[in-house]
Every structure is written in structure tokens, then in C-alpha cells.
């Protein structure tokens, strides 16, 4: 009796959670189909969804003490406090903790020996992040959320995951090479390219009341089209390291 009253809710969030995973399986299907030369295992990759999961929490321990901190000295109700949140803590802490993850599972993996082995692993560990974020998101506000988050957030962790991927694609190209500044200053690139990416993208959606909508849309479909051109570009010119 109990389980005919709930089972309406319980199957409407399923619906939910599929619509929330979808889309980011979509993505990381694609990009993984991309990968022309040798394609990584399985468990690889799910560790990888695991560790993107994983970062959601680091990040959230990393936005919470940045935004204390962000309010002993700024007013939060100036334009230098959004700049300074969205760049500096929110898209920093998700990004660093993207990465911080990224490298721990994959840097020694033998495995991680062609170029654009960096970028799937960045984009499933950006995927498992979004994924999770999108559940949560989702969950609390409905199916609408699902299909907005489904064209904007999911696809945009995704291309900060192929930005951060191409930079440490680099480091470790560098790496084996005996080039280890080189590498550094890449593995550097793969922090803060893809935080101002995200920086951006946070803000001008936060902003969109006093910008106009116009202007997130221009900036998302720029951000897809390059990001796509890029997989792309590198799925074809990828080689052993």
C-alpha cells in the first residue's frame, strides 16, 4: 500500500536523475569515440567519473572557506565581490579540484601515453563533477532545470575539461621528454585556463539581468564551437608520448 502511494514520486525521480546523467554519459560517449589510437579501459575511465565526483566535495570545503573569507573583506553586494567570487573562488575551487584529482589517478597510470589521453581524462573527470552537481541541481529544482543545465552546464564543464585536457596533454608530452619547466608551466595552464573559462561563464550568467541574455548565449556557443573544434583538431593529430 505504502509503495503504490510512493511509487509516482519515486518513479518521477528516477526520471529526473536520468535526465540529469544522460547528458554527460552523451558527452563522455563522444569523446571517448574520438580517441583514434589506443581507446583507455574501462576501469580507467570509471575511476576517473569517480574521482570528478569526489572533486564536488573538495570543491565545495574550498568555496565555502573562500567565500568566508571573500566577505571579512569585501561588501558582498559590490561588483569587485561577484568578480572576485566567481573567478577567484568558485571557478578556481572546482577547477583546482578537478585537477588536483585528474593528476592523482592518472599522472603515473601507464595508460597516459598518447596526447589526447589527457583530454578524455579531463573531460570524465569534469563529466563525473557535472554529473553529480546536475543530480543535486535537479532533484531540487525539477525537470526544467534538466533540460537547461542538459545545453549549458553539462556541455560547459565539458569544455573546461577539454581545455584543462589539452594543457596537461602538454605537461606530460613535456614531461617525458625531459622537459620538465615546460611541463610545469603547462600543468599550470591546466588550472587557470579552464578557471577563467568558467570564471566567465559564471559571471556573465549571474550578470545576464543587466547584460542582456544575448551576450551568455554568444559566449556558450563560442565556448562549444572552439571546444568541439579542438577535440576535434587533437583526436586527429594525437600521437604516442
Not at 579542438?230 to 586527429?236: E, T
Request: aromatic residues 18%; hydrophobic residues 55%.
Amino acid at each position: 500500500m505504502f509503495y503504490f502511494l510512493l511509487e509516482p514520486i519515486l518513479m518521477y525521480n528516477w526520471i529526473l536523475i536520468l535526465a540529469a546523467i544522460v547528458p554527460a554519459i552523451f558527452l563522455m560517449v563522444k569523446v571517448y569515440k574520438a580517441d583514434r589510437i589506443e581507446k583507455e579501459s574501462g576501469y580507467l575511465l570509471r575511476q576517473l567519473v569517480m574521482a570528478g565526483i569526489l572533486s564536488t566535495l573538495l570543491a565545495l570545503v574550498e568555496e565555502r572557506v573562500g567565500e568566508w573569507l571573500l566577505s571579512c573583506f569585501v561588501e558582498s553586494n559590490t561588483l569587485l565581490y561577484q568578480i572576485i567570487l566567481y573567478f577567484g573562488i568558485v571557478a578556481f575551487a572546482e577547477e583546482s579540484s578537478k585537477y588536483i584529482l585528474l593528476k592523482r589517478k592518472t599522472w603515473n597510470n601507464y595508460e597516459f601515453n598518447c596526447q589526447y589521453d589527457g583530454v578524455v581524462y579531463a573531460v570524465f573527470v569534469s563529466l563525473g563533477f557535472a554529473l553529480w552537481e546536475n543530480i543535486n541541481y535537479v532533484l531540487s529544482y525539477g525537470f526544467s532545470t534538466a533540460i537547461v543545465r542538459a545545453l549549458t552546464a553539462i556541455p560547459g564543464h565539458a569544455c573546461f575539461g577539454v581545455f584543462m585536457g589539452i594543457f596537461y596533454g602538454l605537461a606530460k608530452k613535456y614531461y617525458n621528454y625531459g622537459h620538465p619547466l615546460a611541463s610545469k608551466i603547462m600543468r599550470v595552464f591546466c588550472v587557470i585556463v579552464p578557471a577563467l573559462l568558467h570564471g566567465a561563464y559564471d559571471f556573465i550568467a549571474s550578470m545576464e539581468y543587466m547584460m542582456g541574455g544575448w551576450y551568455f548565449v554568444i559566449f556558450v556557443v563560442i565556448l562549444f564551437a572552439v571546444s568541439f573544434a579542438l577535440v576535434n583538431r587533437m583526436a586527429k593529430r594525437d600521437q604516442y608520448i
